[in-house]
């Protein structure tokens, strides 16, 4: 099984700065990561995938880049509503399931 | 516009036996792999289980394996987790997930979730 793990866990950070989010795989999965945003009460929303490709209605301040074992979430200047907990995951061909990193948290100040 | 709306969950008892459905809308069910996943209260994302777009494969969480069926009635748009056995440590908000549009390997809609709470 691929273990993803992200770092920082915790970012806290003021409106308008730039925010770098790690990723790290235990083995290669090439560019097939994604990146969620999850708020208090409510479900992931999907940001990017393929590591790098942003989802629809996705704001351009948010990119990912990276392959193989070492993927980047940045958020170009962060907006007050930025506020949550990122979370990687990965998934192949075979075997189907997903794993998920265990997420950093974004405050804003 | 795509839905996944759960439904099924609540407060069961240690060893007992619950069945979650997600009904879907919004694009064409059939094509889609979809997935559970699964939430504790204040952890992070666990992934459950995956059945492909026409039900014949199906795979599962190491932790879950045994435990808990997933099933799809495509004539009805609708997924189904059958969860037996179920422990303290299942208690957490379940989602349907459906395989990205983009790459099949992400999830690009989520239900809003259904908690399942194991607990004498």
């Known amino acids: 099984e691929t273990v993803l793990t992200q770092s920082p866990a915790t970012l806290s950070l003021s409106p308008g700065e730039r925010a770098t989010l790690s990723c790290r795989a235990s083995?290669?999965?090439?560019?097939?990561l994604a990146w969620y945003q999850q708020k208090p009460g409510q479900a992931p929303r999907l940001l990017i995938y393929?590591?790098?490709n942003r989802a629809t209605g996705i704001p351009a301040r948010f990119s990912g880049s990276g392959s193989g074992t070492d993927f980047t979430l940045t958020i170009s200047s962060l907006e007050p509503e930025d506020s949550a907990v990122y979370y990687c995951?990965?998934?192949?061909?075979?075997?189907?399931?997903?794993?998920f990193g265990g997420g950093t948290k974004v405050e804003i100040k | 516009q795509v839905q996944l709306v759960e439904s099924g969950g609540g407060v069961v008892q240690p060893g007992r036996s619950l069945r979650l459905s997600c009904a879907a809308s919004g694009f064409t069910f059939s094509t889609y792999g979809m997935h559970w996943v699964r939430q504790a209260p204040g952890k992070g994302l666990e992934w459950v289980a995956v059945v492909s777009n026409s039900g014949g494969v199906t795979f599962y969480a190491d932790s879950v394996k045994g435990q808990f069926t997933i099933s799809r009635d495509n004539s009805k748009n609708t997924l189904h987790l059958q969860m037996d056995s179920l422990r303290p440590e299942d208690t957490a908000v379940y989602y349907c997930?459906?395989?990205?549009?983009?790459?099949?390997?992400?999830?690009?809609?989520w239900g809003q979730g259904t908690l399942v709470t194991v607990s004498s």
């Open positions: 995951q990965q998934r192949r061909n075979w075997p189907p399931g997903a794993t």
């Open positions: 393929n590591a790098s």
């Open positions: 997930t459906k395989e990205g549009e983009g790459s099949p390997f992400s999830f690009d809609y």
């Open positions: 083995q290669s999965v090439s560019s097939d």
